[in-house]
């Protein structure tokens, strides 16, 4: 099995052209990331609109990816949907098309309890040989894994080996390293505004929102840390915050792409029901990526 990565994983965009996926534009993207030094690439997640993608166009964004990635970052899949049998078909396609490792957000709508996403991810986790990746993001999906749910299955299940915390209570995070901080388990902030904080506080990296846009910026700031080079990431940290408060004024991924898009790297596209950012939101993007220098 793997080992998971540590650093800046990027939750990377699929761009649309006429409708259908712009694999060109999605080519030079995952090249940009790689040669910024992004130590993960994961496809099909929220930010890459996985929920609409069909499964032919899921497998042909894993075999470019893997191709462009081979021995310099790992290809993590978003598999996750509110369907457990549903959700280890797309695991499995992943796994066939030469992922590393899949991410698994909680499933949402259904309003499962603590036995029933415990139950969910062990069944999974029976049927897959992939390193797992619990996603927990409770504004998305209604429903929060507690940190004794997360323990249990990092203790009891082999493949299950990280979380992406998207939780905004950052206390949850410290309680999930409490709890497993003896264990082979990796915690990722998901949020690039509390990346800074989670390192400190021991999380391996950030799956990153931001990367899309700024990636040797989000792997400086980490590689920082991780070096022990507080105040040199706290700067980095602190010039980041605009950006990171943009891409999130309207429904991720819709500022990102609209970012990408004034950076003319994709078109402004997008599959229903997202549909692109209003104009006052494309002003504030243009604000902050000339403040940072990204355009002029």
Known sequence: MSKMFEGVGTAIVTPFKNGEVDYEAYRNLVRWQVESGVKAIIVAGTTGEGATLTIEERERLIQITKEICEGKAQVIVGTGTNDTHKSLELSLSAEKNGADAVL???????????????????YLSERITLPIIIYNVPSRTGVNIAPETVARLAAECRNVKAIKEANLDITQADEIYRLTKNLDFYIYSGNDDRAFHMICAGAKGVISVASNVVPKEMVEMVEALFRGELQNA???????????????IETNPMPVKGALHIMERIQNEFRLPLVPPKESTME???AALRELGVIS
């Not at 499933?107 to 415990?118: M, R």
């Open 234 to 248: 706290l700067n980095l940290h602190v010039r980041l915050i605009p950006l990171f408060k943009v891409l999130f």
């Open 284 to 286: 504030k993007l243009r």
């Open 104 to 122: 698994i957000v909680t499933p949402y709508y259904n309003k499962p309890t603590q036995e029933g996403l415990y139950a969910h991810y062990k």
